[in-house]
């Protein structure tokens, strides 16, 4: 779960100024109706355009680069993959006070996943590894790390050792200051990734899987794509899945263990992030963030 600053100033972002920007630059679609998404994500506005299209406007700085991060690369991964990802027709650019780059993307239909009807899916845990698995084997070409452009090169579990250390010292009595310590402690130790690196997802949590069907069909939001570790995109394994379907999941996908130690260290680390900023104030946050935590404890 992504998170821009809180302190950072954000413009103001609604229909009438999403609408101004569509007719300016894509004419095209100016007949088409715009329909406001809500609760969207915290990292971007979005809108329905007619039928066929979504408009994502950025709320903050650290998701302004992932409309050209994906008009880039989504072309070139998604023949590769068994899930459906966005597919970018058009970047806009800042105009009427609106200061960042924008995107217009083909719509997936579908419903955001939920643990009720996913969390103990076998079938859905196969399905996630598969992916993942897909994406990994994706070559990298002349953009292994070292080479890599900094936009593909996501941060590394340690640089969040300050903030995760200060939120286990905040809600400690809530999770077990002691069991979150152990595992922290024990990821930031783990042996690191010491094979070629390898596409990951960034942000691969049940909030960025939709389904239809009951089953699962999409995988939106590539803000994080990146090159290296692997590990972030085991967060799924505890945001999602039941004690079985993670085990499922886990033999599928051939995951070592220290592999799958540096995961429960991310979804550790992100999940307590998510937890302190949003618990408070949105309940939903509260449960999901719970479980989460409580998941990467357990194992």
Same mark, same amino acid.
């Given at each position: 779960?992504?998170? *821009?600053?809180?302190?950072?100033?954000?413009?103001?972002?609604?229909?009438?100024?999403?609408?101004?920007? %569509?007719?300016?630059?894509?004419?095209?679609?100016?007949?088409?109706?715009?329909?406001?998404?809500?609760?969207?994500?915290?990292?971007?506005?979005?809108?329905?355009?007619?039928?066929?299209?979504? %408009?994502?406007?950025?709320?903050?700085?650290?998701?302004?680069?992932?409309?050209?991060?994906?008009?880039?690369?989504?072309?070139?991964?998604?023949?590769?993959?068994?899930?459906?990802?966005?597919?970018?027709?058009?970047?806009?650019?800042?105009?009427?006070?609106?200061?960042?780059?924008?995107?217009?993307?083909?719509?997936?239909?579908?419903?955001?996943?939920?643990?009720?009807?996913?969390?103990?899916?076998? *079938?859905?845990?196969?399905?996630?590894?598969?992916?993942?698995?897909?994406?990994?084997?994706?070559?990298?070409?002349?953009?292994?790390?070292? !080479?890599?452009?900094?936009?593909?090169?996501?941060?590394?579990?340690?640089?969040?050792?300050?903030?995760?250390?200060?939120?286990?010292?905040?809600?400690?009595?809530?999770?077990?200051?002691?069991?979150?310590?152990?595992?922290?402690?024990?990821?930031?130790?783990?042996?690191?990734?010491?094979?070629?690196?390898?596409?990951?997802?960034?942000?691969?949590?049940?909030? !960025?899987?939709?389904?239809?069907?009951?089953?699962?069909?999409?995988?939106?939001?590539? *803000?994080?794509?990146?090159?290296?570790?692997?590990?972030?995109?085991?967060?799924?394994?505890?945001?999602?899945?039941?004690?079985?379907?993670?085990?499922?999941?886990?033999?599928?996908?051939?995951?070592?263990?220290?592999?799958?130690?540096?995961?429960?260290?991310?979804?550790?680390?992100?999940?307590? !992030?998510?937890?302190?900023?949003?618990?408070?104030?949105?309940?939903?946050?509260?449960?999901?963030?719970?479980?989460?935590?409580?998941?990467?404890? !357990?194992?």
């Amino acid at each position: 779960m992504s998170t *821009g600053s809180t302190a950072e100033p954000r413009p103001a972002i609604d229909t009438a100024l999403a609408r101004r920007l %569509v007719d300016a630059q894509f004419p095209q679609w100016a007949e088409l109706p715009l329909q406001l998404l809500d609760p969207a994500g915290s990292d971007h506005v979005i809108h329905r355009l007619g039928d066929d299209l979504s %408009v994502r406007l950025p709320r903050h700085t650290g998701a302004v680069g992932q409309a050209a991060k994906e008009k880039e690369w989504l072309p070139r991964l998604a023949p590769h993959l068994p899930l459906a990802v966005p597919v970018p027709v058009g970047v806009g650019e800042p105009g009427f006070g609106y200061p960042w780059p924008w995107a217009v993307s083909r719509w997936l239909d579908g419903e955001v996943a939920t643990v009720g009807s996913l969390a103990d899916s076998s *079938g859905a845990a196969v399905q996630l590894a598969e992916f993942l698995v897909a994406l990994q084997s994706f070559p990298p070409t002349d953009l292994a790390v070292g !080479n890599a452009r900094e936009d593909l090169i996501g941060r590394p579990l340690a640089a969040r050792d300050r903030d995760t250390r200060a939120a286990i010292a905040e809600v400690g009595g809530t999770f077990g200051g002691a069991a979150m310590t152990e595992l922290w402690d024990a990821a930031l130790s783990a042996p690191g990734w010491d094979r070629p690196p390898v596409w990951f997802h960034g942000d691969f949590h049940t909030g !960025n899987l939709l389904t239809r069907d009951g089953r699962l069909s999409a995988v939106i939001d590539f *803000g994080g794509l990146g090159i290296g570790d692997p590990a972030c995109d085991l967060i799924i394994a505890f945001t999602l899945m039941s004690t079985r379907s993670r085990a499922v999941f886990r033999a599928a996908l051939g995951v070592d263990d220290a592999t799958w130690t540096r995961g429960r260290g991310w979804a550790l680390a992100t999940g307590l !992030n998510a937890y302190t900023t949003y618990a408070a104030v949105d309940p939903r946050v509260a449960a999901q963030t719970t479980r989460q935590i409580t998941g990467a404890l !357990n194992g």
